[in-house]
């Protein structure tokens, strides 16, 4: 697949304008601002008097940004920091409550394809997973010092792995020979780890549940999305809104759950009842949006 020019195409972008009401005006948080593709149509809209604060965890996505919204015809605050640091964000920006907030989850499509993220086993790369170099542990770290039990309950729990023994097994065997510190020898690891089976081959590559789960454990990524649905319903003025966009059943639980509960606190109002999803148009524009649910709430 093509990397785009900006490297991402943003999804359910109109969704995203219209739903979290985005107007002339407003104070909008971007809390994973990426390659600014939802920021920069969001910037057209708020105008003079609009504020854009804009975050992202991975400081090469942030100077890309920075570029692509240096002409944007509202004031632009950008901070190279964790969505889970949302409050310390807004307290340094002097802001108190926002009119919405936008989370688009996951990574944007150039960091899968660049080498110096260690994301990928469609080309040979070292094997890292990092999206923020405060990061102390690579994926590389995990699979060589994990407890066997404890890698397998990584694949397991984070992407359901039925194989994840098998996987554990075949892993802590094979650092003992050597350490593995490239994604390639890690794909071959995995799949060697999978019976084979007769029938129709799997529609993706077996390795591609792996990477996922050690992706979401290096950057602690449920963790960070608990932190994040705890702390930005309380950053919204009354009436505003927060968007999420997840990729992943595990995310979107999350967000159905922590939205669902403060419902019922009577602290949001549930915009959407099932989440949005891409029409077919854009599927077939950008086949990587074909998984992606923006759910909504507005702070009552
Ligand atoms: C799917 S991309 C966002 C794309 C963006 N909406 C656009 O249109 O260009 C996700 C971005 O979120 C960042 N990210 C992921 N987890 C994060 C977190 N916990 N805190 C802050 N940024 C995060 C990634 O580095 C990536 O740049």
């Given at each position: 697949m093509e990397l785009p020019e900006t490297g991402h195409d943003p999804v359910l972008m109109q969704e995203v304008l219209a739903d979290l009401s985005i107007r002339p005006g407003i104070t909008y948080v971007d809390c994973t601002l990426g390659r600014a593709g939802h920021s920069s149509a969001v910037a057209r809209v708020l105008g003079p008097d609009g504020l854009l604060i804009g975050l992202d965890a991975d400081p090469r996505n942030l100077i890309f940004a920075k570029e692509r919204l240096a002409d944007a015809p509202?004031?632009?605050?950008?901070?190279?920091?964790?969505?889970?640091?949302?409050?310390?964000?807004?307290?340094?920006?002097?802001?108190?409550?926002?009119?919405?907030l936008l989370a688009d989850l996951g990574l944007s499509t150039n960091q899968l394809f660049d080498p110096a993220y260690g994301l990928s086993f469609a080309?040979?790369?070292p094997l890292d997973m990092r999206i923020d170099p405060r990061v102390t542990q690579t994926a590389a770290d995990l699979v060589n010092e994990l407890r066997e039990e404890d890698l397998a309950n990584v694949l397991y729990?984070?992407?359901?792995?039925?194989?994840?023994?098998?996987?554990?097994?075949?892993?802590?065997?094979?650092?003992?020979?050597?350490?593995?510190?490239?994604?390639?020898?890690?794909?071959?690891?995995?799949?060697?780890?999978?019976?084979?089976?007769?029938?129709?081959?799997?529609?993706i590559d077996?390795?591609?549940?792996?990477?996922?789960?050690?992706?979401m454990a290096v950057n602690h990524e449920m963790e960070n999305l608990a932190s994040l649905l705890e702390q930005a319903p309380k950053a919204l003025k009354p009436g505003g809104r927060v968007g999420i966009i997840s990729f992943h059943s595990m995310e979107d639980r999350a967000v159905k759950q922590?939205?669902?509960?403060?419902?019922?606190t009577g602290f949001l109002r549930?915009?959407?009842?099932?989440?949005?999803?891409?029409?077919?148009?854009?599927?077939t524009a950008n086949p990587r949006?074909?998984?992606?649910?923006?759910?909504i709430a507005e702070r009552k």
């Amino acid at each position: 697949m093509e990397l785009p020019e900006t490297g991402h195409d943003p999804v359910l972008m109109q969704e995203v304008l219209a739903d979290l009401s985005i107007r002339p005006g407003i104070t909008y948080v971007d809390c994973t601002l990426g390659r600014a593709g939802h920021s920069s149509a969001v910037a057209r809209v708020l105008g003079p008097d609009g504020l854009l604060i804009g975050l992202d965890a991975d400081p090469r996505n942030l100077i890309f940004a920075k570029e692509r919204l240096a002409d944007a015809p509202c004031r632009v605050r950008l901070f190279h920091a964790n969505f889970a640091e949302l409050q310390d964000v807004l307290s340094e920006a002097g802001i108190t409550a926002v009119d919405a907030l936008l989370a688009d989850l996951g990574l944007s499509t150039n960091q899968l394809f660049d080498p110096a993220y260690g994301l990928s086993f469609a080309q040979p790369m070292p094997l890292d997973m990092r999206i923020d170099p405060r990061v102390t542990q690579t994926a590389a770290d995990l699979v060589n010092e994990l407890r066997e039990e404890d890698l397998a309950n990584v694949l397991y729990q984070l992407a359901q792995e039925r194989y994840s023994r098998r996987i554990a097994r075949k892993i802590v065997d094979a650092r003992r020979v050597s350490p593995i510190k490239t994604t390639d020898r890690l794909a071959e690891l995995v799949r060697s780890a999978i019976p084979k089976r007769g029938g129709a081959p799997e529609k993706i590559d077996p390795a591609t549940r792996t990477f996922m789960a050690l992706r979401m454990a290096v950057n602690h990524e449920m963790e960070n999305l608990a932190s994040l649905l705890e702390q930005a319903p309380k950053a919204l003025k009354p009436g505003g809104r927060v968007g999420i966009i997840s990729f992943h059943s595990m995310e979107d639980r999350a967000v159905k759950q922590a939205f669902r509960s403060m419902e019922q606190t009577g602290f949001l109002r549930l915009v959407t009842k099932k989440p949005l999803t891409p029409t077919d148009a854009e599927i077939t524009a950008n086949p990587r949006s074909r998984s992606a649910k923006l759910r909504i709430a507005e702070r009552k």
